[in-house]
Each structure stands twice: as structure tokens, then as C-alpha cells.
């Protein structure tokens, strides 16, 4: 199987999970990171774990439609069968979603259906919640809504801050990702 991680920023997620392909934890073969901001730490990143990686904008394209469309061109000519957000910050449209249906994994910061969208984080510590999570699960065309593979709590400790609540959310995720595509790529290659 060959997988797409598409990124919009840093990309600690996408290196976490691209070491867990190049040891072979996680089945299936990285073939291309997907950027939509060309300037982004991320392709750093993929250039040094020699990860091929591609990047162009909604304005470069001319607008989100032809941004999908070519995205879509390039998941295919890449012959990409599954697609994994990390730090995503874009809707995933009809286009992409129709091609890609269960086949679409993304990280929330988040105990979902707690805080879909942008802010998690800051939201769930603004409101002084006793804890807040992280979640893995399929994209659909909701915001944040589609079936949930893993969640994982963590809590809101008195003394937190938001830096420190997003540090511990970060290990969480560091740890949690790569165990839930694990599960959901080694299913996949089950079936076919």
C-alpha cells in the first residue's frame, strides 16, 4: 500500500510516523508527503528522511476546486491508496473524499465530538475542563465528525498552561498515531 501524509505546518507528527514506516512498525510504503504552504518546516523534515515530498497552494491553483482537482491528479499519479492528515489544516473536499472514502485518517487535539475545528486546545483550557484528549478517526464531509478510531485522555492539570496542556497533547499524540494507523493499515492489507 502506498500512503500520502499531507501537512500544513511543522510536521512532528508526519516525522513521528515516518520513522515508524522506515523501521516497518507501520505496513505500507510512505511515498509522498504533501504540503500545502511550500515555505513550511515540514518539508525540512521530509527532505531529510528522504521522504519525496510535493507542495502548492488553494491561491497557486486558483481556487479550492482546482486545488482539489490537482491534489487528486497527484495522489493518483502517485498511485497513493491511503491518505493520512497531520496537521492538515484544510477541509477535505468532495473531490478528494468521493476517490479516498474510509481511506482518510486525521489527528485531532481533542476529546471528539469535544472541540471539532480550530483553537481545541485553547478552547478546552479557556473553559477550565478537568481534561480534554486526543483523537484519530476517518474523515467525512462533516468538520471533525467522521467515525472514531482511538481516543486517548488527557488531563488539565491546575498548574498547566496552554504551552505545557500542548506539550503533554503532543506526546499523546506522538504515541497514540502511530499505534492507531498501525491498527487501521494492518487491517486494510488484511482485507486485500
Known amino acids: 500500500m502506498k500512503i500520502a501524509i499531507l501537512v500544513s505546518g511543522n ?16 505496513p505500507g510504503q510512505l511515498t509522498l508527503l ?19 515530498a510535493k507542495s502548492f497552494t488553494v491561491k497557486s491553483c486558483g481556487g479550492k476546486e ?6 487528486l491528479q497527484l495522489l493518483q499519479k502517485e498511485q497513493i491508496d491511503f491518505i493520512i ?18 481511506r482518510i485518517v486525521n ?3 481533542a476529546w471528539l465530538p ?22 484519530v478517526h476517518y474523515i467525512d464531509s462533516g468538520l471533525d465528525t467522521g467515525p472514531i478510531i482511538a481516543q ?25 498515531y502511530p499505534e492507531a494507523v498501525k491498527q487501521v493499515l494492518t487491517e486494510l492489507e488484511k482485507e486485500n
Open 152 to 176: 486517548r485522555r488527557v488531563p488539565i492539570l491546575a498548574t498547566d498552561t496552554i504551552d505545557s496542556l500542548e506539550a503533554r497533547i503532543h506526546e499523546t499524540e506522538h504515541q497514540l
Open 66 to 71: 482546482e486545488y482539489e482537482k490537482r491534489l
Open 114 to 135: 469535544e472541540y471539532p475545528g480550530l483553537h481545541s486546545i485553547e478552547r478546552a483550557f479557556n473553559d477550565r475542563k478537568k481534561q480534554t484528549g486526543v483523537t
Open 85 to 102: 492528515l497531520a496537521g492538515y489544516l484544510r477541509v477535505v473536499g468532495p473531490t478528494i473524499l468521493e476517490r479516498y472514502e474510509r
Open 34 to 52: 504533501f504540503c500545502n504552504h511550500p515555505d513550511a518546516p515540514v518539508m525540512e523534515r521530509a527532505k531529510r528522511l528522504g521522504i519525496p
Open 107 to 109: 489527528l485531532h487535539p
Open 11 to 26: 510536521g512532528t507528527n508526519f516525522e513521528v510516523l515516518a520513522k515508524h514506516f522506515k523501521t516497518g512498525d507501520i
